[in-house]
């Protein structure tokens, strides 16, 4: 069920049964052969897949996230931090002031776990608001999954390069780790990633693909029930 397409009368009927919603938070960045979206269609295909479950609402996306370190990068848009913080506590109090209570933010982007911190201080003012955030990437599930077929995740490596990602031209093989403690500007960013993958796999089989799909929607239909 897509907030999106509903009007608001359809809404208000839910509401009176449910007072559950997913949040999905993305970017629009760089990711290597992976297209720009892909921080935004993978949380987003893993709420759908949620809703078709148990019938939750999933609200539109939130397509930019921050991404500076990426900007030299063509087709990398980027919020700033502030702006972010601003963005995601705004979108929850107004579903708050709506009168749904209890909200999953499926995180698609690292660089927005800013908001996740500033969100606590949501928490304490909203005391009656269950909310929780999901990392899908950073899950002990699909590392896990990543474990035990010995692939190492890196960003835009194959973890993201779901068979719906993948765009022409994705090389075979492996590439070395790029790791670095330095804060860079964006343009020594790029000049050290060259094709914008972080290291590891460039792909895995779709067998692979589909057990880090299905281990993230596990997580997310058990953070649904809310215990």
């Not at 999106?4 to 629009?28: C, F, H, P, S």
Request: glycine letters at 8%; aromatic letters at 10%.
């Amino acid at each position: 069920m897509n907030l999106g397409e509903m009007n608001w009368m359809e809404v208000e009927q839910y509401l009176k049964k449910d007072d559950r919603i997913l949040l999905v938070l993305g970017a629009t960045e760089q990711h290597g052969y992976i297209c720009l979206q892909a921080d935004v269609k993978i949380p987003l295909k893993l709420a759908e897949a949620a809703s078709d479950a148990t019938g939750v609402l999933v609200a539109p996306p939130l397509n930019f996230g921050c991404s500076s370190y990426f900007i030299d990068f063509p087709g990398t848009v980027s919020f700033r931090v502030q702006t972010l913080l601003n963005a995601v506590e705004d979108i929850v109090r107004s579903v708050y002031h709506q009168g749904f209570r209890r909200i999953l933010i499926v995180n698609g982007h690292g660089g927005n776990d800013p908001a996740k911190v500033s969100l606590g201080e949501l928490a304490n003012e909203l005391r009656d608001m269950k909310l929780s955030w999901y990392n899908w990437w950073k899950a002990s599930s699909v590392q896990a999954v990543a474990q035990a077929h010995g692939l190492a995740a890196y960003h835009a490596s194959w973890l993201e390069a779901f068979p719906f990602l993948r765009t022409s031209g994705m090389p075979e093989g492996e590439k070395p780790a790029f790791e670095t403690n330095q804060v860079l500007p964006s343009d020594r960013v790029r000049k050290a990633l060259g094709d914008g993958v972080y290291g590891g796999a460039y792909k895995a089989s779709d067998a692979v693909m589909e057990e880090v799909f299905a281990a993230s929607l596990n997580d997310i239909l058990e953070l649904l029930k809310f215990v």
